[in-house]
């Protein structure tokens, strides 16, 4: 018995599913499987299954930039990931590095409410949670699901301007020392 799946066709923006027609939130992650096995294939020795077919359906995108609170320069290299929520519980749905002008998409997703937040040291900032919750220390998916905005997607229309202005960050330091 065997349970089949789409894997790597959200970056050609396209929906990755479970058969038999089961959309997965952009990537279909071990959770998302155990809680929609999907139809199983029953192969018998020496036999061949035909006709266990995809047809991908167009998924959509959410874009938008990472600057600096202060100066509005573009942030790169800063990690922003994706959350799905589907009814009580939420789901990977993707992640992405900002490019050297700051921008991000994340394509190949099926409707519903999902959630954003940075995380990752790139230039010393603060962390934040979509729309402008800043994170203490470094934002959790649950987290970014309890406090955050929602961002709806309704079908495959690109879902634009989901912008992070981020704080810069402050550090401690000191020496440690042998005490003897």
Known sequence: TYYLLTDGFQSQ???NEIFDNIPCPAVCDFNF???NPGT???VTSGGVVAGRNFALAQGASISG???NAVTGAPIQGKSVQLIARIGNQSFAAGSVS???AGAFTLPGLPPGNYFAYTTGTAGGYVNEIYDNIPCVGSCSSGTAVNTGTPIIVTGPTPVTGRNFALEPGGSVTGTV???G
Do not use: K, M, Y
């Open 13 to 15: 923006g396209f929906v």
């Open 33 to 35: 499987q155990l809680a």
């Open 40 to 42: 199983p294939v029953v």
């Open 65 to 67: 930039t990472a600057t």
């Open 98 to 100: 900002t490019s050297s």
């Open 177 to 179: 020392t042998d005490s």
